[in-house]
């Protein structure tokens, strides 16, 4: 009795199974036989007489920012590109074909539009996901995904890193012939946006800017344009570039407090210098070789080793008047500069350099107090007093005297240099910094 039942389950199951293999095959012939009605109706390559308002949609959708090349001017880009258009002669009624409301065509078994990107430099990899779909309202679309390709567009590097560059990506009709109404639909527009994937170094700057562009060449060409505009993240180069440039130029005034005896002073602002020009060639593999305009941050780090280059010969020439001009007369303006109470109250003139007999003490001879502002007989008189003294205190011969006496007042007008510099130094450096920020500021 169990064996006869068995028998029974079989055929029964046996029969579904035909039922359903039919029933497939009957919807495989049903949409076999609407491709190739549609592959009939529709021409390949020529557009079709019954195109609604003659009317063609072109649209483009930014998928990533893969590289924006300064040196090239060049943008490689990841986009999308759809085209659709309706025609009386893609209509079916669903009921017909097995409710089919839609259907994939190969390539080009029915005509596409054909389209150019005017910016296109060089197409990378092959076109993946390329279809036509075909609706059963009459409504062809064609459409390529992820399309990577290399861009032509100007970049202007003047305010890098804080700079904002924008492309213009163009989709026209290769068929100037025809007069198509090229329109961009919102809706199909929204839709390509929101696959967009955002890039680690560039921020899309949004609402992006879609419109309709003519172009006037042998033949009247139409076509759409999508304005992608980009805003660089600088953070990057913030910490590894710009920081390291204003450390190292704010740490060369630390040049002045080294004592010109110890012999390091040009040893520290030359390695300073030499860190600046690492900098200034990391910025030559950065920007292109040839540009309208240099950039901002060129020109500041090209000020800061014009700066430091100027402290490096003061420096050398403090150093020299230090060690070498022993033996030689000081000029009388040298000396009344050297000598003046108001330079030592704002500490130009150092406390601990001057000799106790280089104060200048009133005379008999002068009449009246001196301050080391006044000379008389061109400074030769207070010289005078000063080597006589010098030589009543120390209690040696006129010679050695006068000898440690012209010592001592090189040394002193090196310790004046350096100072008059060192004030200097912070004025221009905060007129540096100042200016280059307000011209990052400025639009």
Same mark, same amino acid.
């Given at each position: 009795?169990?064996?006869?039942?068995?028998?029974?389950?079989?055929?029964?199951?046996?029969?579904?199974?035909?039922?359903?293999?039919?029933?497939?095959?009957?919807?495989?012939?049903?949409?076999?036989?609407?491709?190739?009605?549609?592959?009939?109706?529709?021409?390949?390559?020529?557009?079709?007489?019954?195109?609604?308002?003659?009317?063609?949609?072109?649209?483009?959708?930014?998928?990533?920012?893969?590289?924006?090349?300064?040196?090239?001017?060049?943008?490689?880009?990841?986009?999308?590109?759809?085209?659709?258009?309706?025609?009386?002669?893609?209509?079916?009624?669903?009921?017909?074909?097995?409710?089919?409301?839609?259907?994939?065509?190969?390539?080009?078994?029915?005509?596409?539009?054909?389209?150019?990107?005017?910016?296109?430099?060089?197409?990378?990899?092959?076109?993946?996901?390329?279809?036509?779909?075909?609706?059963?309202?009459?409504?062809?679309?064609?459409?390529?995904?992820?399309?990577?390709?290399?861009?032509?567009?100007?970049?202007?590097?003047?305010?890098?890193?804080?700079?904002?560059?924008?492309?213009?990506?163009?989709?026209?009709?290769?068929?100037?012939?025809?007069?198509?109404?090229?329109?961009?639909?919102?809706?199909?527009?929204?839709?390509?946006?929101?696959?967009?994937?955002?890039?680690?170094?560039?921020?899309? +700057?949004?609402?992006?800017? @879609?419109? %309709?562009?003519? =172009?006037?060449?042998? /033949?009247?060409?139409? *076509?759409? !344009?999508?304005?992608?505009?980009?805003?660089?993240?600088? +953070?990057?180069?913030?910490? @590894?570039? %710009?920081?390291? =440039?204003?450390?190292? /130029?704010?740490?060369? *005034?630390? !040049?002045?407090?080294?004592?010109?005896?110890?012999?390091?002073?040009?040893?520290?602002?030359?390695? %300073?210098?030499?860190?600046?020009?690492?900098?200034?060639?990391?910025?030559?593999?950065?920007?292109?070789?040839?540009?309208?305009?240099?950039?901002?941050?060129?020109?500041?780090?090209?000020?800061?080793?014009?700066?430091?280059?100027?402290?490096?010969?003061?420096?050398?020439?403090?150093?020299?008047?230090?060690?070498?001009?022993?033996?030689?007369?000081?000029?009388?303006?040298?000396?009344?500069?050297?000598?003046?109470?108001?330079?030592?109250?704002?500490?130009?003139?150092?406390?601990?350099?001057?000799?106790?007999?280089?104060?200048?003490?009133?005379?008999?001879?002068?009449?009246?107090?001196?301050?080391?502002?006044?000379?008389?007989?061109?400074?030769?008189?207070?010289?005078?007093?000063?080597?006589?003294?010098?030589?009543?205190?120390?209690?040696?011969?006129?010679?050695?005297?006068?000898?440690?006496?012209?010592?001592?007042?090189?040394?002193?007008?090196?310790?004046?240099?350096?100072?008059?510099?060192?004030?200097?130094?912070?004025?221009?450096?905060?007129?540096?910094?100042?200016?280059?920020?307000?011209?990052?500021?400025?639009?």
């Amino acid at each position: 009795m169990k064996s006869v039942f068995l028998v029974i389950g079989y055929l029964v199951s046996l029969m579904i199974d035909l039922s359903l293999t039919e029933d497939s095959e009957s919807l495989r012939d049903k949409e076999d036989r609407l491709t190739n009605q549609l592959k009939k109706k529709l021409p390949a390559v020529f557009p079709p007489d019954d195109i609604q308002n003659k009317e063609v949609v072109f649209s483009l959708g930014l998928k990533q920012i893969v590289e924006v090349d300064e040196k090239k001017n060049s943008w490689t880009i990841s986009f999308e590109i759809l085209i659709q258009y309706f025609s009386d002669s893609a209509k079916w009624d669903p009921e017909e074909y097995g409710g089919n409301e839609y259907i994939f065509l190969d390539d080009h078994s029915v005509w596409r539009p054909e389209t150019a990107l005017p910016s296109l430099i060089e197409m990378i990899g092959k076109i993946s996901d390329r279809k036509q779909v075909l609706m059963y309202d009459g409504r062809v679309i064609a459409y390529d995904q992820d399309v990577t390709g290399v861009l032509s567009c100007l970049i202007n590097v003047r305010k890098f890193p804080y700079d904002e560059q924008e492309c213009r990506i163009r989709l026209m009709n290769r068929m100037p012939h025809r007069n198509w109404n090229v329109t961009v639909n919102p809706m199909i527009q929204e839709h390509f946006l929101s696959s967009y994937k955002d890039n680690f170094q560039w921020e899309v +700057i949004k609402p992006m800017q @879609f419109s %309709i562009v003519k =172009s006037y060449t042998q /033949y009247e060409q139409t *076509g759409v !344009e999508l304005t992608v505009r980009l805003k660089r993240r600088s +953070i990057f180069y913030e910490f @590894f570039l %710009i920081t390291p =440039s204003l450390i190292l /130029y704010i740490c060369s *005034g630390f !040049e002045f407090a080294i004592p010109v005896e110890s012999g390091e002073k040009i040893s520290f602002i030359v390695t %300073i210098l030499l860190a600046e020009m690492v900098n200034f060639g990391i910025l030559q593999d950065i920007f292109p070789p040839s540009f309208d305009e240099l950039p901002l941050l060129a020109e500041m780090i090209a000020t800061q080793i014009i700066h430091i280059v100027t402290l490096s010969v003061i420096a050398i020439i403090v150093v020299h008047i230090y060690h070498s001009n022993i033996g030689l007369e000081m000029p009388a303006y040298l000396v009344k500069l050297i000598s003046s109470k108001k330079l030592r109250c704002i500490l130009i003139i150092p406390q601990e350099i001057p000799e106790k007999s280089n104060t200048i003490q009133p005379t008999e001879q002068s009449g009246k107090e001196e301050d080391g502002t006044q000379l008389n007989d061109n400074g030769a008189r207070q010289l005078q007093q000063e080597l006589e003294k010098f030589c009543k205190d120390e209690g040696t011969s006129s010679d050695d005297a006068r000898d440690r006496l012209r010592d001592s007042q090189w040394k002193k007008m090196s310790a004046v240099i350096d100072r008059i510099m060192l004030i200097g130094h912070f004025i221009v450096v905060t007129v540096v910094i100042l200016y280059f920020l307000i011209m990052y500021q400025i639009d």
